[in-house]
């Protein structure tokens, strides 16, 4: 805070620097503690219970949990609500103090701006309320010469200041002026001044303090002689004045002006914009449950939510809570951190991949009955858009698996043939193979055989090929049989199971024919 001095009338006041101080708040009720219970939606009695052996600072940090629970997030109305009652009759702490010759406990503060958030920097949508406060006390000065009225001798001494034999202050009028600036141009004069948003905002607020004195000049006029010195002489006596009578009698009327300048300043930037979008909810009609995919920018973005007809799905990037600065008058800020968190309703999340290009996409698991009606709603800071989402439907995607062999060793190799079709086009992706401890991508050309090491206890292979823009999502899958077994024994066992099989089967025949004939 920078402050300026000047004074008309002839001369200037120099502000020094031991008149700068911190004022002492003294009795001071702090807004967020009990001593203020009254005049908060809280229960007295929890409060004072609950902050007996609490610190001062304890204290108002639960006080300010209450009143969150109290409001509704992102709590920018009642913040407004809070900081517009404020009193502030003396000078919050650690706020510089100006003093002037008739000026007293001079201060200004551009406190806040509303609604806004703090988020490394302080971010306002496109129109707010900056509110600025402030502070002073306006004198008389003291009377010169009050009892001079009339003197004899020589002319009496006068003030130095004005020359006059008594100066009388009569009243004051107080002649301040507030201006507030942003990006140089002035917007207002008031406390609560309105704005409309640039992509920076640098306020600045000017207190021109002026204390317009009414004053009453005084002269010595020279009267007549009051006393004299006499001789004799032939023709009697001669006399000479050696002092004149002087009136201190009313000259004119006249005004002082005593001014103190007061700045500080306040810097704010625009939200910034988010990517604008149209939704489209992408359906992989191959794959069973059905599965939706949609991508949703999300840079400068402080939450999304997609929205079907039975299923919410919500995630947040910031999280809200209420802050004070200024106290003891506490004026209250919305702070955001960055917190990721998910809220889901009747929905299954599959996966969330991001991309380069600031967007995120979400697959989850839906039904015919619930995309008929989507829509997703956007958040930022200050603004909400919601859009119905376009339904695309992506063509079947036929992906199979064979192996060689249902019976392998452990010595042996596993070769899995991958078909990859489409309803309406040849495909080309990557398939993902699940088997075991392996887990491999592959890209897959309409046909490929992939080689997999066997492992005991390690009986289905998996394939799976993610949804495109084109084609849906599928998935696939093949048991074997692993064993510790070479594989000529384990060919012998199955040769064996085989003939027991061929001789029950045949027996069972024969059984059910001779039961039949007779």
């Known amino acids: 805070m920078v402050y300026q001095l000047n004074k008309r009338v002839g001369r200037i006041l120099f502000l020094?620097?031991?008149?700068?101080?911190?004022?002492?708040?003294g009795m001071a009720i702090d807004t967020l503690t009990a001593e203020n219970c009254r005049n908060l939606p809280i229960s007295c009695s929890y409060l004072e219970k609950q902050t007996k052996n609490m610190s001062r600072e304890d204290e108002k940090q639960l006080v300010l949990q209450l009143l969150e629970y109290k409001a509704s997030s992102p709590y920018?109305?009642?913040?407004?609500?809070?900081?517009?009652?404020l009193n502030f009759d003396s000078a919050p702490e650690n706020v510089l103090i100006g003093e002037a010759e008739t000026i007293e406990g001079a201060w200004l503060k551009i406190a806040t701006a509303f609604p806004s958030v703090a988020k490394s920097g302080i971010f306002v949508p496109g129109k707010g309320t900056i509110m600025t406060v402030y502070g002073y006390k306006l004198n008389l000065p003291q009377n010169y010469g009050e009892n001079n009225n009339a003197a004899c001798g020589d002319e009496p001494s006068n003030d130095e200041k004005y020359g006059d034999c008594k100066t009388i202050y009569a009243n004051i009028k107080d002649a301040t002026n507030l201006q507030i600036s942003k990006n140089g141009q002035m917007i207002g004069s008031q406390k609560f001044t309105d704005f409309n948003s640039s992509k920076t905002n640098e306020f600045e607020a000017v207190l021109s303090i002026t204390n317009e004195i009414s004053m009453k000049h005084y002269k010595w006029q020279k009267g007549k002689c009051c006393k004299e010195r006499c001789r004799a002489t032939q023709g009697g006596s001669s006399c000479e004045c050696i002092a004149y009578e002087y009136k201190c009698?009313?000259?004119?009327?006249?005004?002082?002006?005593?001014?103190?300048?007061?700045?500080?300043?306040?810097?704010?930037?625009?939200?910034?914009?988010?990517?604008?979008?149209e939704p489209k909810l992408i359906l992989s009609t191959s794959a069973n449950p059905l599965t939706a995919m949609i991508k949703i920018p999300i840079r400068n973005v402080n939450s999304y939510t997609i929205k079907t007809k039975y299923q919410t799905l919500k995630k947040d990037f910031s999280v809200y809570s209420i802050n004070y600065t200024l106290p003891p008058q506490n004026v209250l800020f919305v702070q955001a951190k960055d917190k990721k968190g998910w809220f889901t309703e009747n929905a299954k999340i599959i996966s969330v991949r991001d991309y380069e290009d600031g967007t995120e996409a979400v697959t989850f698991v839906t039904s015919e009955e619930n995309v008929k009606d989507c829509d997703v709603t956007i958040q930022t800071f200050f603004n909400t858009t919601n859009k119905k989402c376009e339904i695309e439907r992506l063509a079947k995607t036929d992906l199979k698996i064979e192996t060689d062999k249902?019976?392998?060793?452990?010595?042996?190799?596993?070769?899995?043939k991958i078909?990859?079709?489409s309803e309406k086009e040849r495909l080309v992706n990557y398939v993902n193979?699940?088997?075991?401890?392996?887990n491999k991508k592959y890209m897959i050309e309409g046909e490929k055989i992939i080689s997999l090491k066997p492992e005991l206890g390690a009986s289905i292979i998996i394939a799976s090929v993610d949804s495109t823009d084109t084609a849906s999502s599928s998935s696939a899958s093949a048991v074997i049989n692993v064993s510790e077994k070479r594989e000529l024994a384990i060919a012998f066992d199955v040769f064996v199971l085989m003939l027991i099989l061929y001789f029950g089967v045949t027996a069972l025949v024969k059984f059910y024919k001779k039961v039949f004939s007779t």
């Open 16 to 25: 020094l620097p031991a008149l700068l101080l911190v004022l002492p708040i």
């Open 76 to 85: 920018y109305e009642f913040v407004e609500s809070w900081n517009r009652k």
């Open 249 to 277: 009698a009313f000259d004119k009327d006249d005004k002082r002006y005593d001014t103190l300048e007061l700045r500080d300043s306040y810097s704010s930037q625009m939200e910034y914009p988010f990517q604008d979008f």
């Open 406 to 416: 249902w019976f392998y060793g452990l010595n042996g190799t596993i070769q899995a």
């Open 419 to 421: 078909t990859l079709s």
């Open 433 to 438: 193979m699940e088997y075991g401890s392996q």
